[in-house]
């Protein structure tokens, strides 16, 4: 899923502050210890998003092109390699005590209008179709799909492939998310 475009009036509005993870960050959003190897492997750029009560509410990595090769070592082929003007999302998590209130959408619209993103064309994360709560979310921050990631497994090894997503699956996927809005 990639945005169209972000509406800076939007932006505004938002009550949230970004600022990168540290060290005393983990597990501050109650989240299980979920990619602690991301965090000992220290592989950049994690993000958390503080209320105005500077309360951590949302965690969210942002990979750049620069980081294809450590991205590939950890992740395997589960990601596309991306070019220098592509940016991938992933790891988001949003405190339980916060869900429900549109944290994410508003959290990844002010990541990828950091100064650091300024350059980007295409911003791409993969959420499981199961995952409605993520998909609404990026509804509401403006993400499109466009291609789906298949794992197939044989013998044990897994083999992932991207394929375009087709009119009548991005057909289905608005209904669904039509369907959730309301």
């Known amino acids: ?25 983990i597990n501050i959003l109650k989240e299980k210890m979920r990619h602690i190897r991301l965090v000992e492997e220290d592989i950049p750029t994690c993000y958390i998003a503080v209320n105005q009560n500077q309360e951590p509410v949302f965690r969210q990595w942002a990979f750049k092109h620069d980081q294809n090769q450590r991205i590939q070592n950890y992740f395997g082929s589960l990601f596309p390699i991306l070019d220098e003007k592509e940016v991938l999302l992933e790891g988001g998590f949003t405190h339980p005590n916060h869900r429900g209130k549109s944290i994410m959408s508003k959290a990844i619209l002010k990541i990828v209008k950091l100064n650091t993103y300024n350059d980007t064309k295409r911003i791409i994360t993969f959420v499981d179709k199961k995952n409605i709560a993520s998909l609404k ?9 466009y291609i789906i990631r298949k794992k197939h497994w044989l013998f044990f090894k897994r083999k992932v492939s991207f394929v375009p997503l087709s009119p009548e699956n991005k057909k289905d996927y608005f209904e669904l998310i039509q369907s959730k809005l309301k």
């Open 1 to 25: 899923m990639f945005p169209n475009k972000i509406d800076s009036n939007l932006l505004d509005k938002i009550e949230l502050q970004i600022r990168l993870f540290n060290a005393n960050d």
């Open 137 to 145: 979310g990026l509804s509401k921050a403006e993400f499109n799909p």
